[in-house]
């Protein structure tokens, strides 16, 4: 079965500094999406940002991008000139493209404060 | 935008009642979730369903059960609530595209507690 592992469990960036989520996952498959997913204090969770395995080119969405290892089967978070709404519980997620490939395979989450 | 309600943010309940969470949807997704969310537990899938009708076991199902009578609408039953389904409940849906990375949209989530 796959898994997903966030070695962080609390992490804490300066406004207007970069930050790095670590995730490292395991699978046998070769094709594959790779989601990290942002939940604010008491608000709903959205999507940050998503890797298709089979792009080499890591995903950027403005401030946010990846750093996808396929062969180290990891997919790193980084933050760039970190705001205040940054802070959350970041939330690293699996899902593969074979049998059972309707679910999402979650990380325990990293809480990210931004200190002013 | 897609939005994905559910019907209450906080609920408490006792012991042996049985409850209902509520989840509805928008967008016509086929695929719709619903997991519960611990501390230092991440979120863990209950339950999904591919469609009305249909459902499927997630990683915990046991002492819950779900009903998608309408495409819409996802239900999750707590048949007798115990202290150990204390949790919030987030539901979500996906629509159903062969291939391509199409995202989970989420509910605001429903914090039970049961006394």
């Known amino acids: 079965a796959q898994t997903v592992t966030q070695s962080q469990p609390e992490m804490s960036v300066q406004e207007a500094e970069t930050v790095t989520l670590s995730c490292t996952y395991d699978?046998?498959?070769?094709?594959?999406?790779l989601f990290w997913y942002k939940q604010p204090p008491s608000r709903q969770m959205i999507l940050v940002i998503r890797?298709?395995?089979?792009?080499?080119q890591n995903a950027t969405e403005n401030r946010f991008s990846v750093n996808f290892q396929k062969a180290a089967k990891s997919f790193s978070l980084k933050i760039s000139d970190s705001q205040l709404g940054d802070a959350a519980m970041y939330f690293c997620?699996?899902?593969?493209?074979?049998?059972?490939?309707?679910?999402?395979?979650f990380g325990k989450g990293t809480k990210l404060t931004v200190n002013p | 935008d897609v939005k994905v309600t559910q019907s209450s943010r906080y609920l408490v309940k006792r012991t042996g009642e049985k409850v209902f969470l509520e989840c509805v949807q928008d967008m016509d997704h086929e695929n719709m979730f619903w997991y519960r969310q611990d501390p230092g537990l991440g979120l863990r899938l209950i339950y999904f369903?591919?469609?009305?009708?249909?459902?499927e076991k997630g990683d915990i199902p046991e002492g819950y059960s779900v009903s998608r009578e309408k495409k819409e609408r996802f239900s999750l039953i707590l048949e007798s609530a115990s202290t150990n389904q204390t949790s919030m409940y987030l539901c979500?849906?996906?629509?159903?595209?062969?291939?391509?990375?199409?995202?989970?949209?989420f509910g605001p989530g429903t914090r039970l507690t049961v006394l």
């Open positions: 979500a849906s996906r629509p159903w595209l062969a291939g391509g990375p199409n995202e989970q949209f």
């Open positions: 699978t046998s498959e070769s094709d594959y999406y």
């Open positions: 997620a699996y899902r593969g493209t074979q049998g059972g490939s309707e679910k999402l395979v």
């Open positions: 369903s591919y469609d009305v009708k249909m459902k």
């Open positions: 890797q298709e395995a089979y792009k080499q």
